[in-house]
T-cell receptor
Framework: NAGVTQTPKFQVLKTGQSMTLQCAQD?????MSWYRQDPGMGLRLIHY???????DQGEVPNGYNVSRSTTEDFPLRLLSAAPSQTSVYFC?????????????FGAGTRLSVL | GQSLEQPSEVTAVEGAIVQINCTYQ??????LSWYQQHDGGAPTFLSY????GLEETGRFSSFLSRSDSYGYLLLQELQMKDSASYFC????????????FGSGTRLQVQP
């Protein structure tokens, strides 16, 4: 059972570089989302998707793009990395219709922007 | 907007009982969730309350009072492996099934 898989686990970027954080889930979940977690803080929603072809902004979307071409994959793109984007990024998925709204998280990508 | 308040840190000894409180403000309420996160790990689901009262899952219980916008997580028979951060969360106003999290309570269990 792979669940939610994120790659890479660690990444160091220079200011201005771009990169894509990968997220894949094998549970056929309709709902996927990206969060960032800064030290000592809770998770903040960046972007989310309620199904293939549908994405929308969360609480802190600036500087990030997403796409959802398949149910399984939900990549997060940093357009021009900035030191303020140094954080741990978590991808999560959730099945539709479940009242408990359980989010299943990937192991995270630890990103440093120099 | 939404906000959740919880204590930043709690310390307890092995075998004891600890309660982590959470107060929330949200325009639409769809239940209060609790997640556990060990250092360097991913958040994992612990418990969920949609209605007032106590939900029990093994050593962990969660309580909700909707009229007080308040809930708590109760951990009994504490073990060293319970040392982790605990987050309360409500459904986000912006992200449909996404969650808005509190800042987390770091629990340290001492021998």
């Amino acid at each position: 059972n792979a669940g939610v898989t994120q790659t890479p686990k660690f990444q160091v970027l220079k200011t201005g570089q771009s990169m894509t954080l990968q997220c894949a889930q094998d549970m056929n979940h309709e709902y996927m989302s990206w969060y960032r977690q800064d030290p000592g803080m809770g998770l903040r929603l960046i972007h989310y998707s309620v199904g293939a072809g549908i994405t929308d902004q969360g609480e802190v979307p600036n500087g990030y793009n997403v796409s959802r071409s398949t149910t399984e994959d939900f990549p997060l793109r940093l357009l021009s990395a900035a030191p303020s984007q140094t954080s741990v990024y978590f991808c999560a998925s959730s099945p539709a219709g479940l009242a408990k709204n359980i989010q299943y998280f990937g192991a995270g990508t630890r990103l440093s922007v120099l | 907007g939404q906000s959740l308040e919880q204590p930043s840190e709690v310390t307890a000894v092995e075998g004891a009982i600890v309660q982590i409180n959470c107060t929330y403000q949200t325009s639409g309420f769809y239940g209060l969730s609790w997640y556990q996160q060990h250092d360097g790990g991913a958040p994992t689901f612990l418990s969920y309350n949609a209605l007032d009262g106590l939900e029990e899952t093994g050593r962990f219980s969660s309580f909700l009072s909707r009229s007080d916008s308040y809930g708590y997580l109760l951990l009994q028979e504490l073990q060293m492996k319970d040392s982790a951060s605990y987050f309360c969360a409500v459904r986000s106003d912006t992200g449909r099934r996404a969650l808005t999290f509190g800042s987390g309570t770091r629990l340290q269990v001492q021998p």
